[in-house]
């Protein structure tokens, strides 16, 4: 019923920049809060950053000031722009959503397929 579909990731040097997306499709009414988590080696999965539908952000402590969640709610798509990358950063990155769909309505929570980012020092 819903699908969430992440691109963007790639390897990049300390100090770059990359642009991470995330879109949501198949049937549902709308989109609450939408968010990015991450999993480096030997880690656990933990949040990024979080948007609310009408635009309120939260960011972890390691990237407040570097990264930058947004979204596009007429695409149903969330973004994360990541800049000053470090090799700390290193992870997988996946899109979160709380999801209004189904009769009766109900709020689920999906996920998208992750995508590697990779910064090199």
């Known amino acids: 019923q819903v699908q969430m579909v992440e691109s963007g990731g790639g390897l990049v040097q300390a100090g770059g920049s990359l642009r991470l997306s995330c879109a949501a499709s198949?049937?549902?009414?709308?989109?609450?809060?939408m968010g990015w988590y991450r999993q480096a080696p030997g880690k656990q999965r933990e949040l990024v950053t979080s948007i609310t539908k009408s635009g309120n952000t939260n960011y972890a402590d390691s990237v407040k000031g570097r990264f930058t969640i947004s979204r596009d709610n007429a695409k149903n798509t969330v973004y994360l722009q990541m800049n000053s990358l470090k090799p700390e950063d290193t992870a997988v990155y996946y899109c979160?959503?709380?999801?209004?769909?189904?009769?009766?309505?109900?709020?689920?929570?999906?996920w998208g397929q992750g995508t590697q980012v990779t910064v090199s020092s």
């Open positions: 979160n959503a709380r999801v209004i769909s189904g009769v009766p309505a109900y709020e689920g929570n999906y």
């Open positions: 198949g049937r549902f009414f709308s989109i609450n809060t």
